[in-house]
T-cell receptor, first 112, second 112 residues
């Protein structure tokens, strides 16, 4: 039972580089979302999706792009990384029941 | 502006005693509240929730209390155990959708 799988777990980038954080879930959940966790800030919502082909912005969307071409996958793209994007990123997926939201193990990104 | 606040960054409690973690929110559109537990290097895991139509929900050693007029909720853990040592996040969700707004977390240490 994989649940929510995030890759990579660790990544170091230079300023200006691009990369994609992958997120996949095998629970047939409609809702998927990306959060970032920073010291003293808790988890903040970046983007979310309520189904394939539908995405929307969260609290801190600037500098990030997302797409949802399939129910299973919800990649997060950084087009031009900045040091302010150094953070731990969590992907989450959930069904209709708001108790049934599951988080991945996180991806630690460092931008130099 | 932070819509969900946890004003105590840390809490230490003796094993067997009660742990009380507090959370305040500002958005009156929140109708569902959750507590998540997080261990280092892992994603948050769901602990307990409460709907705005209730003022108390209990699950074993964990009880969540909601005071809507004060826009305040609390998590009680009785009795506290060393395995409860973790960071606890309060989260809130609006009427539609299951994207969450998180507090900054409280690090609980249960001393054996």
């Amino acid at each position: 039972n994989a649940g929510v799988t995030q890759t990579p777990k660790f990544q170091v980038l230079k300023t200006g580089q691009s990369m994609t954080l992958q997120c996949a879930q095998d629970m047939n959940h409609e809702y998927m979302s990306w959060y970032r966790q920073d010291p003293g800030m808790g988890l903040r919502l970046i983007h979310y999706s309520v189904g394939a082909g539908i995405t929307d912005q969260g609290e801190v969307p600037n500098g990030y792009n997302v797409s949802r071409s399939t129910t299973e996958d919800f990649p997060l793209r950084l087009l031009s990384a900045a040091p302010s994007q150094t953070s731990v990123y969590f992907c989450a997926s959930g069904g209709i029941n708001r108790d049934s939201v599951f988080f991945g193990e996180g991806s630690r990104l460092t931008v130099l | 502006d932070q819509q969900v606040k946890q004003n105590s960054p840390s809490l230490s409690v003796q094993e067997g005693r009660i742990s009380i973690l507090n959370c305040d929110y500002t958005n009156s559109m929140f109708d569902y509240f959750l507590w998540y537990k997080k261990y280092p290097a892992e994603g948050p895991t769901f602990l307990i929730s409460i709907s705005s139509i209730k003022d108390k929900n209990e699950d074993g050693r964990f009880t969540v209390f909601l005071n809507k007029s004060a826009k305040h909720l609390s998590l009680h853990i009785v009795p506290s155990q060393p395995g409860d040592s973790a960071v606890y996040f309060c989260a809130a969700s609006e009427v539609v959708g299951n994207q969450f707004y998180f507090g900054t977390g409280t690090s609980l240490t249960v001393i054996p």
